[in-house]
């Protein structure tokens, strides 16, 4: 920082009231959009990226949200994995997970089952765990998704992989998930990662990756039939993963994801794109919102080179604000700590705002795994993970009334739980999964469910957790 020389009392406080002025005009989401897309591809070509000095944390709102301690859902033996969470107009609340080394009451369920729970109370009784889909018992299903459709706010829409994700499953509730219709959206003859469900009335999206590509399946028929396109993009990608999605009122439909530059490791730059469609899927334009150096080392932890990297989390407002939550780390100092950021956009995509730090953990600190939902126009919610808790991870969150203007403080909805060895007093060893989510009930209560373990591959369990 530099250092001003005091010549007289009477210039004493000037510096400072400067560099105050000057934060509060950067951290105000009303100043003037740049389009991010120009400038992080200016930057990126010239070796650098949006330099996270360049922005302050955001400002504050009111004081904390409260929650509930953190209680655990689903089967209590085996492992629970990267759950996703939805809710309804009607009081309903819905979790899917994958049910990993032994499904209570089916001795022939593969390794990795879909489980669906429903709570009818809005997550104050939760009716017991079952199995969502009835071939389970032969296939391995992975990374869930669930979703409700916004427009009539009954409809439930789950998706997942299985045939050694080679299908991309999308199932239909429309009895509260009582009972539930499947399709095939897609079939490819190899291994796909990381679907992101978006729904909006009859247009359903799945994105997924295949390698270095992004695909989407859509249906415009409420489900009962998709086709499937691939997002193209220019330049020469390594590898490539989606990260959110949503669709807007006017039914432009977005996913994000972040594309590696070379694969086989935990290398970077890591692009993080946004790409747009306004045709129902058909066609796509791709915006850059950030550049990122490589992931962070995950080998102690026994997971993968992408698991602590850089993505993207969207959602969209009832006025068809756009939100993204993302993390990344300086494009010149690959495998250090990233931050986390935050922008809107209110033309539909074609700007953003300047990104933001949300988050006040101190400097060194390892952030990932986004989440972000929005409600009624300008209620937006917020959570990530972050270790300003030195080697333990915690779960923190944060709302906006105002689209992202001001923030809540944070709180941590991490709590103390007895009689889990990776539950230690200032937070959880490692997080069990590589996303999470959130979302907001009819009486505007949020709903966070994620996941806490020893490391990547075992013990681990999914928390939740209900505040307002």
């Not at 490819?188 to 999206?205: C, E, F, M, S």
């Not at 270790?387 to 915690?394: D, Q, Y």
Request: hydrophobic letters at 40%.
């Amino acid at each position: 920082m530099s250092q001003f020389n005091r010549f007289s009392r009477q210039w004493l406080y000037l510096p400072a009231v400067l560099v105050l002025l000057v934060a509060l005009f950067t951290t105000r989401l009303g100043s003037p959009q740049v389009n991010l897309k120009e400038k992080a591809q200016d930057q990126q070509l010239a070796g650098s990226v949006l330099s996270a000095s360049l922005f302050q944390p955001v400002s504050f709102q009111s004081a904390a949200p409260s929650f509930a301690p953190q209680t655990r859902l689903g089967f209590t033996t085996g492992d629970q994995w990267e759950p996703a969470i939805a809710t309804d107009r009607f009081g309903h609340v819905y979790v899917l997970y994958p049910q990993l080394k032994g499904t209570p009451g089916c001795s022939d369920c593969s390794n990795a089952t879909m489980i669906l729970l429903v709570s009818n109370d809005r997550g104050a009784t939760w009716a017991a765990p079952r199995v969502i889909y009835p071939g389970g018992s032969t296939n391995e299903q992975w990374d869930a998704q669930i979703v409700v459709d916004p427009v009539d706010g009954k409809i439930v829409y789950a998706a997942w992989l299985q045939n050694r994700k080679s299908d991309t499953i999308v199932a239909k509730s429309t009895d509260f998930g009582a009972s539930w219709s499947f399709v095939v959206a897609n079939h490819i003859n190899a291994g796909t990662d990381k679907p992101i469900l978006a729904v909006r009335g009859q247009d359903i999206y799945v994105a997924y990756n295949h390698a270095q590509k992004i695909w989407v399946s859509a249906s415009h028929d409420g489900g009962a039939t998709f086709t499937s396109v691939e997002i193209k993009k220019t330049g020469k990608l390594g590898w490539a993963l989606a990260g959110g999605g949503t669709v807007d009122p006017a039914g432009n439909v977005y996913i994000s994801w972040a594309g590696y530059e070379r694969s086989g490791g935990a290398k970077g730059p890591v692009n993080l794109f946004i790409s747009k469609s306004a045709d129902g899927g058909n066609s796509w334009t791709t915006t850059v919102i950030d550049v990122s150096g490589a992931p962070p080392d995950c080998s102690a932890f026994q997971c993968g080179w992408a698991y602590l990297g850089a993505q993207v989390a969207l959602a969209s407002d009832a006025a068809g604000t756009l939100y993204a939550l993302w993390n990344a780390g300086a494009v010149n100092d690959d495998k250090g700590p990233e931050r986390m950021y935050f922008a809107r956009s209110s033309d539909a995509g074609a700007t953003w705002s300047p990104k933001v730090q949300v988050s006040t953990a101190p400097a060194g600190s390892h952030h990932a795994f986004p989440a972000i939902v929005a409600g009624a126009n300008e209620d937006v919610r917020i959570s990530w993970m972050d270790t300003r808790a030195g080697s333990l991870w915690n779960t923190y969150y944060r709302s906006s009334s105002d689209g992202g203007a001001t923030w809540s403080a944070e709180v941590d909805l991490s709590t103390v739980v007895s009689g889990f060895d990776y539950i230690k007093p200032d937070g959880f060893s490692f997080p069990y999964g590589d996303y999470y989510e959130l979302d907001i009930d009819d009486k505007g209560n949020t709903h966070v469910i994620w996941g806490e373990g020893l490391n990547y591959n075992t013990p681990g369990s999914i928390w939740y957790a209900k505040g307002k």
